[in-house]
């Protein structure tokens, strides 16, 4: 069993930039693909990023391509968002999830592990 823990979430202005860690315990993490999501009020949750198990290969939703990355340390067991050039309608609140497999996986139906989220607002 994975737990996971976001953090990093806060008050931004637009154009500014955030980095969101996502701390998990258990043994598995290192074995899994990893995933960011976010939901913001009234709307559907979003795929953001995903990251292979080895960070060999990463892929991004085209709301949020070229402006955040995503990375991660399997000796922290943690993952990374990296979010730049921050837009209001990026306030949601953000969510990572462990997979149940290696493989980058950009659907929620993959994922078996989530975190409780942590908010994020961009407003002048």
């Known amino acids: 069993q994975v737990q996971l823990v976001e953090s990093g979430g806060g008050l931004v202005q637009p154009g500014g930039s955030l980095r969101l860690s996502c701390a998990a315990s258990?043994?598995?993490?290192?074995?899994?693909?990893m995933g960011w999501f976010r939901q913001a009020p009234g709307k559907e949750r979003e795929f953001l990023s995903t990251?292979?198990?080895?960070?060999?290969?990463?892929f991004y939703g085209a709301s949020v391509r070229g402006r955040f990355t995503i990375s991660r340390d399997n000796r922290e067991n943690t993952v990374y968002l990296q979010m730049d050039s921050l837009k209001p309608e990026d306030t949601a609140v953000y969510y990572c999830?462990?997979?149940?497999?290696?493989?980058?996986?950009?659907?929620?139906?993959?994922?078996?592990?989530w975190g409780p989220g942590t908010q994020v607002t961009v407003s002048s």
């Open positions: 999830a462990a997979s149940k497999g290696k493989i980058a996986a950009t659907i929620e139906t993959a994922y078996l592990y």
């Open positions: 258990g043994r598995t993490f290192s074995n899994s693909a």
């Open positions: 990251i292979s198990w080895d960070s060999a290969a990463a």
